[in-house]
């Protein structure tokens, strides 16, 4: 006997559909230096631009039997050195993109989807410039 399917984490299904959303914008590949990167730890041998998957937290927000969750989610963006604008171009780009984005979710439906904020900070060690996007977003897990 074989056991259903378990259900997508809603926090990986919204970075799923953000990554595939975001992968298809020529505008922001190019931004990019010519490959859109994304991705959950610094990409090996390759220098920025490049955006990485930050911190996340989700919270039970469920009302009236839908199971929803509340996500804060980060996106950091490593700007080339010397060039503060890389990176916030970058985020710019990402933050428009996300703006009312019909994202697809495996599993759960994605309710809103929100822009917090936008911190450009300077790494003190290193000097490298960083732009983290900060999204808030409700996710509602679909019938099985």
Known sequence: MSLPPSPT????ALRAAILAY????AVLARLMGG????TEEPPRG???????FGDAEIRDES???ARRHRHVLGL?????PGSTRSAVDVAERIADLLHDAPLSLAGHALVRLDLASIAVRRDPASGETRAVLNLGAITERLPA
């Not at 984490?9 to 990986?12: D, M, T």
């Not at 950091?76 to 080339?80: D, E, G, Q």
């Open 9 to 12: 984490s809603p926090l990986l």
């Open 22 to 25: 975001l992968a298809t914008d």
């Open 35 to 38: 490959a859109f990167r994304l």
């Open 46 to 52: 390759a220098g920025p631009v490049y955006a990485l």
């Open 63 to 65: 009302v009236d039997g």
């Open 76 to 80: 950091t963006v490593f700007a080339r």
